[in-house]
C-alpha cells in the first residue's frame, strides 16, 4: 500500500474564509456594539497608563536596540517612544495586559479581546503618521473601533464553543489570530493576502498555559498577549509583501493544527461572527483580580463592611467557604506558597483574605510589601471552595454569561454571617451601569493627565 501524499494544493480552510470574509465584508450597525468599543478603548487606555507605574513593566518598553527611533513611528502612549509598528504593538499591549485589569471573556477559552488593540492601535497611528506626512488624511476613530469590535467578535466567538485550555493551549492565540486578520484589513491587504496571513497565525507554534499555573505562574502572562499581537503586525506586514499562506493550515493531515494542536478535533461554533462579544464584553472595573474571583472579592467586600459593623476582624474567623463555579476551581483554586504578584493575582484565596482582612484589593497589594503580611496565608489556610453546577451552567448559558461566587463566613465563637452571593460583576452586561465611571482610563487619567480627566468626566455627565 503507498504511503505517498496526493500533492494536490487545496482551498483555504473554510474557518479561515469565514474569518476573511467576515472582517473585509461585515457591517456593522449596531449602536451597543460602537458605544461599548468607544467605552472599551478609554478602559483600555487606562489600564496601559495605570501599569506604567510599575517598574516590571516599564522595563520591557521602548525599542528592541536603545536609543532607536523610527521617523513617523507608532507612539506608545504615555511614553516618549517612537517605533516601528511591530515594537509598538509588543509595547502597547504589554501595558494593557500588565495589571489584569482589562476587558475579560468567559466562554469554553477565557480571554481578554482588547489585548487585540496593542496591534490595532499601533498600524492605526503608524498609517496615520505616515498619511498625514504625505498629506493624505489619516484614519478614523470609526475605523478604530470597527476594527475592535471585529477583533473581538474573532477571539469571542471561536472561544464560545473551544477551549484551548484543555489541551495546555494559551488563549493569546486567539489574539493573534483575530489581530493577524483586523491589522491585515487595516493595511489594505487583498483577499489572497489576509488569508495567507491568517493561515500564517495558524501554522505558528502556539503559546502554551505552562504561566499562568502552578508551579510555574510568572510575569509572562503579562506580556504574553503583546507577544501575541505583535506577532501579528509582524506576520500581516510579511503576508502584504506577498509571502504565501497555506491553505489546509488547520485541516491538514498529521500536519494541521487540528491534528497536532488539538487531539484531532474540529472547532464548533455557536453563532455567525457578527457583534455579539463587544456587546456582551466584561469589563474590569472594580478590582485588578482574574475575572473568575471578581464576584468573590465583591462579596468579601460586603462582609467586611459587616464585619466592621458587628465589630469581628479576620482574627475571629473560623471558616470562610465559597461555592463557585468550575472554572474558577480550574483556574485560581491555589494552595501552598504564591511565589510573586503573577502568582497572587490568580489564587482566589489571596483575593478574598486581603479584602476580608484589608477592606480592599489593589494591584499594590498583590506586591511583596503586602503579601509578606503573614495574616494573609493564616486566613488563606481557612478558605475552602466547591463548585455549585448551578453556577458552572450559568457561566456557560449564552443568555446569562454569569460569573457567580457566593461567600459564607463562620467565627470562632460559633457564630456566622448570613451567605453573601454575587452572580454578576460590576462591569457585565447586566450591570453595564454600575461602573462606566469608575473604569481605569479616568484613575489613570486623574493622575497622568488632569485637564483630559476634568474635559471626559464634564462630557460623559
Known amino acids: 500500500m503507498s504511503t505517498q501524499e496526493l500533492n494536490i494544493r487545496p482551498e483555504f480552510d473554510r474557518e479561515i474564509v469565514d474569518i476573511v470574509d467576515y472582517v473585509m465584508n461585515y457591517e456593522i450597525t449596531s449602536k451597543v456594539a460602537y458605544d461599548t468599543a468607544h467605552y472599551c478603548l478609554l478602559d483600555t487606555l487606562g489600564c496601559g497608563l495605570e501599569a506604567l507605574e510599575y517598574p516590571a513593566c516599564k522595563k520591557l518598553l521602548g525599542p528592541i536596540v536603545p536609543g532607536t527611533v523610527v521617523p513617523n513611528g507608532a507612539r506608545v502612549p504615555g511614553t516618549q517612544f517612537q517605533l516601528d509598528p511591530v515594537q509598538s504593538a509588543f509595547n502597547i499591549g504589554a501595558m494593557i495586559r500588565w495589571l489584569d485589569f482589562n476587558d475579560t471573556w468567559l466562554a469554553a477559552e477565557w480571554g481578554h479581546p482588547s489585548d487585540n488593540l496593542g496591534g490595532i492601535l499601533a498600524i492605526a497611528d503608524w498609517l496615520s503618521r505616515n498619511a498625514v506626512a504625505a ?42 489570530v483575530a489581530s493577524t486578520a483586523v491589522v491585515a484589513e487595516m493595511l489594505g491587504l487583498t483577499r489572497d493576502e489576509i488569508l495567507n496571513a491568517v493561515s500564517l497565525a495558524w501554522v505558528d507554534g502556539q503559546s502554551l498555559r505552562t504561566y499562568r499555573h502552578a508551579p510555574n505562574t510568572g510575569t509572562r502572562k503579562s506580556w504574553a498577549a503583546g507577544d501575541a499581537t505583535s506577532r501579528a503586525v509582524r506576520l500581516a506586514l510579511m503576508a502584504k509583501t506577498g509571502e504565501m499562506g497555506y491553505p489546509s493550515a488547520l485541516t491538514a493531515k498529521t500536519w494541521g493544527f487540528y491534528d497536532i494542536s488539538f487531539k484531532g478535533e474540529t472547532f464548533r461554533f455557536q453563532r455567525p461572527y457578527g457583534s455579539y462579544v463587544m456587546e456582551n464584553v466584561l469589563f474590569k472595573i472594580s478590582f485588578p483580580a482574574e475575572f473568575h474571583s471578581q464576584t468573590a472579592v465583591e462579596a468579601a467586600m460586603t462582609l467586611y463592611e459587616q464585619m466592621q459593623a ?127 465611571l469608575g473604569s481605569t482610563v479616568f484613575r489613570s487619567l486623574s493622575k497622568t493627565a488632569p485637564t483630559v480627566f476634568r474635559s471626559l468626566s464634564k462630557n460623559l455627565k
Open 135 to 176: 498629506g493624505k488624511a489619516p484614519l478614523t476613530m470609526k475605523q478604530v473601533l470597527s476594527g475592535m469590535i471585529k477583533a473581538h467578535e474573532i477571539q469571542g466567538c471561536i472561544a464560545l464553543e473551544n477551549a484551548f485550555n484543555r489541551v495546555g493551549l494559551d488563549h493569546v492565540l486567539l489574539v493573534k
Open 310 to 436: 458587628a465589630g469581628k476582624t479576620a482574627a475571629d474567623i473560623e471558616k470562610v467557604t465559597i461555592r463557585t463555579h468550575e472554572a474558577c476551581l480550574r483556574i485560581i483554586d491555589k494552595k501552598g506558597p504564591l511565589n510573586n504578584p503573577a502568582d497572587r493575582d490568580h489564587c482566589i484565596q489571596y483575593m478574598v483574605a486581603v479584602p476580608l482582612l484589608f477592606g480592599r484589593l489593589t494591584a499594590a497589594d498583590y506586591e511583596d510589601e503586602v503579601a509578606q503580611d503573614k495574616r494573609i496565608d493564616a486566613l488563606r489556610e481557612k478558605i475552602v471552595c466547591y463548585e455549585d453546577p448551578a453556577f458552572t451552567a450559568d457561566y456557560h448559558d449564552p443568555e446569562k454569561r454569569a460569573i457567580g461566587n457566593a461567600i459564607t463566613v463562620e467565627f470562632t465563637d460559633g457564630s456566622r454571617f448570613g451567605e453573601v452571593v454575587v452572580e454578576y460583576p460590576i462591569g457585565h452586561a447586566r450591570r453595564r451601569a454600575d461602573g462606566i
